[in-house]
């Protein structure tokens, strides 16, 4: 088992930050790999993030309405 870091994604060249806009998942759910975790804004694009591996949502480190810059871990999978 091993803990796998869900990024902030970067959509554009541009994009520095994305806001969170809804989580899809919450502490406890089990995933699989490509499910949708999370809703992202940007200015230009609203997106759907995937899991990156399959697991336990162990941790949501941000909240919704939380703007969070590229690149910063948002949360935690355990993988199973």
Not at 42 to 49: F, G, M, P
Not at 63 to 77: H, T
């Amino acid at each position: 088992m091993s803990l796998i870091p869900i990024y902030m994604p970067k959509f554009g060249m541009t994009m520095e930050e994305g806001l969170i806009v809804e989580w899809l998942v919450a502490e406890g759910d089990t995933v699989a790999e490509g499910d949708g975790i999370v809703l992202i804004e940007t200015e230009k694009v609203s997106t759907e993030v995937e899991a990156p591996a399959g697991g336990v949502v162990v941790e949501l480190s941000c909240e919704v309405d939380d703007e969070v810059p590229v690149g910063e871990v948002i949360g935690y999978i355990e993988s199973v």
